[in-house]
């Protein structure tokens, strides 16, 4: 299976806007299985930001309610996340992950997700 690849981040001016793209397996987008988001801030921890579950529902990390949309194109194997009015402490490296290895409970807990891609950074700038 094709690792998942991201692209869109960048540089931005607090209360910007940046949409971050993945191609991700198409086996997780076929059986409709767990994908999600991630990113890490420099000397912090990987955490969770949104995850999109098999019957399409949604989950957000608190900080980014409101602001973030985790959204999929099927026929293009590609998830996204737009991310609007963006703040300093978005300022991270974004992960694509995926799961490719069978139905499970969507969750933030990162060992669920087989398949990472390699990130792309956001920063943003007061």
């Known amino acids: 299976e094709v690792q998942p690849v991201e692209s869109g981040g960048g540089s931005v001016q607090a209360g910007g806007s940046l949409r971050l793209s993945c191609v991700v397996p198409e086996v997780t987008v076929r059986r409709e299985l767990c994908m999600g988001w991630f990113r890490q801030a420099p000397g912090k921890g990987r955490e969770g930001v949104a995850l999109?579950?098999?019957?399409?529902?949604?989950v957000y990390t608190g900080s980014v309610k409101g602001r973030f949309t985790i959204s999929k194109d099927n026929p293009k194997n590609t998830l996204y996340l737009q991310m609007d009015s963006l703040k300093p402490e978005d300022t991270a490296m974004y992960y694509c992950?995926?799961?490719?290895?069978?139905?499970?409970?969507?969750?933030?807990?990162?060992?669920?997700?087989?398949?990472w891609g390699q990130g792309t950074q956001v920063t943003v700038s007061s």
């Open positions: 992950a995926a799961r490719t290895g069978g139905l499970v409970f969507c969750s933030w807990d990162q060992s669920l997700f087989d398949s």
């Open positions: 999109l579950g098999s019957n399409g529902g949604t």
